[in-house]
């Protein structure tokens, strides 16, 4: 929930020969018809054999192959690029990752679509369509649900945020673009070590949109002007959220639940509930430090990130999300432009931007999302019409793991994408 692209200068998978058994693949040769919903097909590899399904979108094809590194037909992903993914998502089971998604859409190269390791920790198979919790790239979706809103007439970028909230500090002159473009300078509420102590005992702990306001009214002290400089803040979509429900009459879920039905995502939800459905990964809690045992956080109250971070999805899901977000589906070309108005995170390694409600990381735009138990990379390639997604099954909302995979995959098919300042 606290993401935020600390990707720098992600480590390429070396010279790890870890063996692919457990995984469950798709690699395909024809470019996706990206209007239709994702394809997926599966494989599951056992240390007895291996079945790999090659297939295009919409195709039914199978063939049996000894290993499923060696599974990309002429002119796709070659044998040594899925020798060096297979090896780069098979060491990142580490420090409480039991599985991990690994979806490349690509109209050159095809699609590749592969699950690793389990889904939890007693074995139980890591399905390609598991739903796992998204995290901070629900973000992009509030942000897109506000943008339309602005498409429509009905909020305007410049609006203060007291038109719809009352109270909120420096509220009568932070816009709703500052909310969006991480510039309202507001405390965030994640940030406060009392409930940071108490969501991190019980992450199913009883909570409101009303709980997380009131500790940014709390913290009025610590808010800095706006506009002034670019600061992750989740109070500033949890803010939107509001703006949200009050312009429209609906909850900001069945607004969310109304747009993911727009763009098709037919296994993409907005919890009212603190379980997800099935199938699913288990999450565990993991900092990148603590030995294990690692807990399982699977369990959550969505109402603590909401319009932050509450959605859960699945890897197809969001492979042709990642492509709605990266091409400004739904809204119209000049609000899709402002949306990409960035404003620098770093000032030196990979360039990483933000704009509204979407990050630039290199050439990449799109979201990284990490919360208790749960890390994803959805994020698309303008110049090569590409996708790439990650999602692993630990975290603890600070660190984002899948980061490092993702940046493993990215610098083998795109290694001039990460563009540095």
């Known amino acids: 929930m606290v993401a935020v692209v600390g990707l720098v200068a992600a480590s390429c998978g070396g010279d790890d020969d870890s063996d692919s058994a457990g995984a469950t693949t798709s690699v395909g040769s024809a470019a996706p018809d990206t209007t239709s919903e994702a394809t997926e097909v599966e494989a599951t590899t056992t240390e007895a054999e291996a079945t790999t399904t090659e297939a295009a979108p919409d195709t039914t094809s199978e063939t049996t192959e000894a290993a499923p590194s060696s599974s990309a037909a002429a002119g796709e ?4 690029e899925i020798a060096q993914i297979d090896a780069a998502a098979m060491a990142s089971l580490t420090n409480g ?19 690793y390791g389990t889904a939890d920790e007693a074995g139980a198979p890591m399905l390609p369509d598991v739903h796992y919790r998204i995290g901070s790239v629900t973000k992009t ?10 498409d429509q007439g009905l909020v305007a970028l410049s609006d203060p945020i007291a ?13 709703i673009q500052d909310l969006l473009a991480m510039r309202s300078g507001l405390f965030d509420y994640a940030s406060d070590p009392d409930f940071y102590a108490q969501y991190t005992a019980d992450p199913a702990l009883p909570w409101t949109t009303e709980d ?7 913290h009025a002290a610590d808010a800095t002007a706006p506009n002034t400089t670019t600061e992750y803040t989740n109070a500033n979509f949890v803010l939107l959220g509001e703006v949200i429900e009050r312009v429209t009459g609906q909850t900001v879920e069945d607004h969310l639940t109304q747009l993911i039905g727009e763009l098709g995502l037919t296994n993409t939800s907005y919890p009212t509930g603190d379980t997800l459905p099935e199938p699913y ?5 993991s900092d990148g430090t603590t030995p294990p045992p690692y807990r399982d956080v699977t369990v959550q109250n969505p109402a603590v990130p909401g319009a932050a971070g509450a959605i859960i999805s699945t890897v197809p899901d969001m492979t042709r999300y990642a492509i709605e977000m990266g091409t400004g589906a739904g809204l119209t070309p000049e609000t899709f432009e402002t949306r ?3 404003t620098p995170f770093t000032t030196t390694g990979v360039r990483v931007q933000y704009g509204l409600g979407l990050t630039q990381l290199g050439d990449w735009i799109g979201h990284d ?10 994020f698309y390639l303008p110049s090569e019409q590409a996708a790439v997604v990650v999602m692993g099954n630990a975290a603890d909302q600070v660190a984002v793991p899948s980061q490092a995979l993702w940046g493993d995959v990215v610098k083998l098919l795109y290694p001039d994408s990460l563009t540095t300042w």
């Open 212 to 218: 997380s306001l009131a500790l940014v009214r709390a």
């Open 77 to 80: 992903f070659t044998a040594d």
């Open 163 to 175: 038109m719809y909230v009352d109270d909120i500090p420096n509220g009568d002159v932070i816009t």
């Open 369 to 378: 999302g990490s919360m208790f138990g749960y890390s994803d990379m959805v």
């Open 281 to 285: 990964a288990t999450g565990y809690y």
């Open 97 to 115: 990752t039991t599985g991990t998604i690994v979806s490349i859409v690509d109209p050159e190269r095809g699609t590749f679509f592969k699950a």
């Open 141 to 150: 979706f509030t942000a897109d649900a506000v943008l339309r809103l602005v």
């Open 340 to 342: 990409q108005t960035w």
